[in-house]
């Protein structure tokens, strides 16, 4: 059985690196024919951006925007250059948020996550994932198929009716959520049906805890976490070696800091940016909103690209604080105005029936820093008063939290 994919997955990291980095100015002129990207990027010169640090330069989208902006130019909010017709499928999630699917194969390069999770021509798949307006099920469907599996279009729910269809089928492979799965074989159990054709699954959509993956290899059933999006499909997805989520070729990932575009170092927490080498539908530096890491060296299965630890929660930390909302990047702001600052976080707790905001500050030398002058920025920011606390390097819980609200109520 072929192990990898294609050469792709195993070639020098610098090779794949420098192909990446080769593609972006082009990327980014492509990009710059929609009205909406021109506007977003505006002032860039696409020539200029040919390294990471002059991505990096370029300001976030936020997926959290698309909603606003795609309302005020439909569809696609002028980020999107090809007319709706030039693609195959055009789907809209909750948002709602409009997506293309492009007309090539494997649109949304899953694949090669299928493929590491074992599937191989002549399986039979069945897939959970919706097929109804969202494009979850198109984008292991398509994958699937790109390797010559049969695929089930089941969609979600319907269980009886699914039970009926993995009797007729014999399906080896599973693709949806790890919570669907596990109803499915409850009650195929419960009602004495046979579930032992399924030999493999790709999960996504919710947690995959380690008790459940026990559970499911219990049953002779392989499974394998997928990190993907609706608007650029497979981004990283889980290998034998179980280390970790292995990038997608054709994909930029980064990590920075929540509420900024700024990278963090190398095992840090923080929010997932993805830039898209899609020609038809390029994304520059698309925040998700999720929290991840990048993880050091190589995952031991022998591809070589970058690995992130998966999904760790979510960035988005906004919250309202005395009936006005705080931001991470007001945060961040404090942090530019006072350079001689580490990593920060700001607390919000409940004292005396009234909300609190403390702001700890990492800092290698506390008596180098006017902490009343930090507070008056704090204030000036975020339109409310809150206090200061200095703590050492390395203090800081890693957990991509730049806001924790850790108010509680009796």
């Known amino acids: 059985m072929k192990e990898f994919y294609d050469h792709r997955e195993t070639r020098d990291p610098a090779a794949r690196e420098a192909e990446l980095l080769a593609h972006l100015p082009t990327l980014v002129a492509k990009a710059m024919q929609a009205p909406g990207w021109a506007q977003h990027l505006s002032g860039i010169q696409p020539l200029d951006i040919t390294s990471r640090e002059a991505l990096a330069s370029l300001p976030v989208l936020r997926k959290s925007d698309l909603p606003a902006l795609q309302s005020a130019a439909p569809p696609f909010g002028g980020y999107v250059g090809d007319a709706p017709g030039s693609f195959s499928r055009l789907f809209a999630s909750p948002g ?4 293309p699917e ?13 493929h590491a999770a074992g599937f191989r021509g002549g399986d039979v798949v069945l897939n959970t994932f919706s097929y109804h307006l969202t494009p979850g099920g198109f984008i292991l469907d398509s994958g699937a198929r790109a390797l010559g599996c049969a695929v089930i279009p089941a969609g979600p729910g319907n269980t009886e009716q699914q039970l009926q269809v993995i009797a007729a089928y014999r399906p080896t492979g599973y693709t949806g959520t790890p919570d669907f799965l596990k109803i499915l074989l409850e009650a195929a159990d419960a009602a004495g049906l046979d579930t032992s054709s399924f030999r493999r699954a790709v999960v996504s959509g919710a947690a995959f805890p380690p008790s459940l993956q026990r559970a499911f290899a219990e049953r002779g059933i392989d499974g394998y976490q997928l990190y993907a999006v609706a608007e650029c499909g497979a981004i990283a997805y889980e290998t034998p070696a179980r280390e970790g989520l292995v990038v997608n070729e054709d994909l930029i990932v980064e990590i920075v800091r929540p509420g900024t575009g700024d990278p963090v170092a190398e095992g840090e927490v923080g929010e997932v940016v993805v830039t898209s080498l899609d020609p038809h539908h390029p994304i520059l530096r698309l925040a998700l909103g999720d929290l991840s890491a990048i993880m050091p060296g190589t995952s031991p299965c022998g591809r070589t690209n970058l690995r992130i630890r998966g999904w760790l929660g979510r960035a988005d930390q906004t919250t309202k604080v005395k009936g006005m909302f705080v931001r991470p990047e007001q945060v961040a702001e404090i942090g530019r105005r006072h350079p001689e600052l580490g990593k920060l976080r700001l607390v919000v707790t409940r004292e005396d029936e009234m909300d609190v905001m403390t702001l700890q500050a990492e800092t290698a030398n506390a ?8 507070g008056e920025t704090l204030q000036a920011v975020a339109k409310l008063k809150g206090g200061v606390s200095l703590v050492s390097p390395g203090a800081l819980p890693n957990d991509g939290k730049v806001i924790a609200d850790e108010r509680k109520y009796d």
């Open 96 to 99: 709602p948020i409009f997506e």
């Open 102 to 114: 492009g007309a090539q194969a494997d649109p949304w390069r899953s694949a090669r996550a299928l």
């Open 367 to 374: 008596d180098l820093v006017d902490a009343a002058a930090v």
